[in-house]
Antibody, heavy 124, light 109 residues
Framework: QVQLQESGPGLVKPSQTLSLTCTVS??????????WSWIRQHPGKGLEWIGY???????HYNASLKSRVSMSLDTSKNQFSLQMSSVTAADTAVYYC????????????????WGHGTTVTVSS | QSALAQPASVSGSPGQSITISCIGT?????????VSWYQQHPGEAPKLIIS???SRPSGVSNRFSGSKSGNTASLTISGLQAEDEADYFC?????????FGGGTKMTVL
């Protein structure tokens, strides 16, 4: 049974870079069957997709965040990571990592496994 | 403002059925074979309950069903139970990019 676990600082200062890691257990990140995604949820609000990364390193980002976001893989540790630069209070949210299944033409289909989420607060 | 439109809240009594709508456009729900629904209890992560418009993942109750007509997707919960009280989010894709609805708070009266 695949499980995802987010980790990283819970408090980040404004203008600094937010860095989070998602550790995948019970399955390999080195699989062509999934995209590995980051999603966030502002307090009391809906879900916002940040981006995803494929095992080849190919990435796809939300256009509204693209200039500040980068994602990477560490296959040796079975982890993938998110970095978001120049954060402000508006980036305060619960951050989730999730697994998005891929169909035969490489289109994402739905997020079937989620981490528990980690709360990130941007404050000085 | 979310890309997909959901009602902010719905409610029903135990045993009743409710339906939550999710309105998109011809470039997302209307075009995609992939509409998902997620259930989220307070303080927990979202859980996939419907995929591919109407498929239930293993372990999800058959009281949950999904459908799509044109640019609108729907989630129906039949035989409402207290444990169904939660937030529900729809999702689809445009150009391989996930979109989410704003969420619907479902209250069991």
């Amino acid at each position: 049974q695949v499980q995802l676990q987010e980790s990283g600082p819970g408090l980040v200062k404004p203008s600094q870079t937010l860095s989070l890691t998602c550790t995948v257990s019970g399955g390999s990140i080195n699989s062509g069957t999934y995209y590995w995604s980051w999603i966030r949820q502002h307090p009391g609000k809906g879900l916002e997709w940040i981006g995803y990364i494929y095992y080849t390193g190919k990435t796809h980002y939300n256009a509204s965040l693209k200039s500040r976001v980068s994602m990477s893989l560490d296959t040796s540790k079975n982890q993938f990571s998110l970095q978001m630069s120049s954060v402000t209070a508006a980036d305060t949210a619960v951050y989730y990592c999730a697994r998005d299944t891929v169909d035969s033409v490489m289109a994402p289909r739905g997020m079937d496994v989620w981490g528990h989420g980690t709360t990130v607060t941007v404050s000085s | 403002q979310s890309a997909l439109a959901q009602p902010a809240s719905v409610s029903g009594s135990p045993g009743q059925s409710i339906t939550i709508s999710c309105i998109g456009t011809s470039t997302d729900i209307g075009f995609s074979d992939y509409v998902s629904w997620y259930q989220q209890h307070p303080g927990e992560a979202p859980k996939l309950i419907i995929s591919d418009v109407s498929s239930r993942p293993s372990g999800v109750s058959n009281r949950f069903s999904g459908s799509k007509s044109g640019n609108t997707a729907s989630l129906t919960i039949s035989g409402l139970q207290a444990e169904d009280e939660a937030d529900y989010f729809c999702s689809s894709y445009t150009d391989s990019r996930p979109l989410f609805g704003g969420g619907t708070k479902m209250t069991v009266l």
